[in-house]
């Protein structure tokens, strides 16, 4: 089974910027895809950025622009960079290899989260 960690949460004001990097037990470059998700309290997951096999990117709209997305294939390592971070970022993000959502059910491999929280 896959292992998966995520790390660089914290607290930070409106406008400021945070990395968040995952560890994985798989390479990257060998699933179907690699992705970051995020849940605010009260509300389901979303999805933040997606990174398929061949290194396309899919972002949501409300991070077009403000983050970016990476991967280090070599090290096993996804990144997340996140800039002018809103109080509407605020949540835990989780990192994700091969999810998919079926009969309300979330599968593939996820990491415990971790919290972001943006303030004024």
């Known amino acids: 089974q896959v292992q998966v960690a995520e790390s660089g949460g914290g607290s930070v004001k409106a406008g400021e910027s945070l990395s968040l990097s995952c560890g994985a037990s798989?390479?990257?470059?060998?699933?179907?895809?690699t992705a970051w998700y995020r849940q605010a309290p009260g509300k389901e997951r979303e999805l933040v950025a997606r990174?398929?096999?061949?290194?396309?990117?899919v972002y949501a709209d409300s991070a077009k622009g403000r983050f970016t997305i990476s991967r280090d294939n070599a090290k096993n390592t996804m990144y997340l960079h996140m800039h002018s971070l809103e109080v509407e970022d605020t949540g835990i993000y989780y990192c994700?290899?091969?999810?998919?959502?079926?009969?309300?059910?979330?599968?593939?491999?996820w990491g415990q989260g971790t919290q972001v929280t943006v303030s004024v």
């Open positions: 990174m398929s096999r061949d290194g396309s990117i």
């Open positions: 798989v390479a990257m470059v060998a699933v179907i895809a």
């Open positions: 994700a290899i091969n999810p998919a959502l079926k009969n309300g059910r979330w599968y593939g491999s």
